[in-house]
């Protein structure tokens, strides 16, 4: 089913800013950001439906209800957002992660918190809104980082990320293979605060 979905058809979504490039004729070129969507076989009971991109700053509804269609086409059990917020946490420690659903039996057996804010949201609270609506459990996956450090790339983000993904899911994530790459984040940026007097 996976083969069925087109990224182009449900993903051209062009209020998000552009890239302008200049290509090899001297030409000016616009490369609009897509989402894109692709299958992985993992190593246990469950594969994965992957959505990568950028958020839209327009037609969230419309978008959330092109994710729950790809969620139904491609035979989705479950839907798992994951993301980082800005929190008062220093990179020295270990990052922690929220994971929250709605759906009450998944609060039960994955031992997951319940949402209980409101107020004004985003894309993604939009997102798991319609997946709940479409009657898809959903889990949401944010892992707080250092406001003094909140840019991409964080594999330290990443790896505890990816250690709760496989916590809650069983799928197997390999989160281990990013202990370098955090070790070396954790040194430069170690540098960068020694370095600044604030």
């Known amino acids: 089913a996976i083969a069925e979905i087109d990224p182009e058809r449900y993903f051209d979504f062009q209020e998000v800013r552009p890239n302008v490039r200049i290509a090899s004729d001297g030409n000016r070129v616009i ?33 959330a209800d092109h994710v729950v269609e790809v969620a139904r086409r491609s035979g989705c059990e479950m839907v798992v957002t994951v993301g980082a917020f800005n929190a008062m946490v220093p990179h020295t420690r270990p990052f922690g992660v929220t994971a929250s659903a709605v759906h009450p039996e998944l609060v039960r057996r994955l031992s997951l918190s319940r ?16 997946v ?12 707080s980082v250092p406001h003094y450090v909140p840019g991409p790339p964080n594999p330290k983000a990443t790896r505890a990320l990816l250690r709760r993904l496989q916590q809650t899911t069983g799928v197997t994530t390999s989160y281990e293979d990013l202990d370098k790459e955090v070790s070396e984040w954790t040194n430069r940026v170690d540098q960068a605060v020694a370095a600044d007097d604030e």
Request: charged share 25%; proline share 8%.
């Open 132 to 143: 709940e609506r479409a009657s898809i459990p959903a889990i949401s996956l944010r892992v």
């Open 31 to 63: 490369d609009w950001p897509k989402t894109t969507v692709s299958a992985a076989r993992t190593d246990s009971m469950r594969d994965l439906v992957v959505m990568t991109g950028i958020e839209p700053h327009l037609r969230w509804r419309s978008f």
């Open 115 to 130: 949402p209980t804010y409101e107020g004004p949201t985003g894309l993604v609270g939009v997102i798991s809104e319609r």
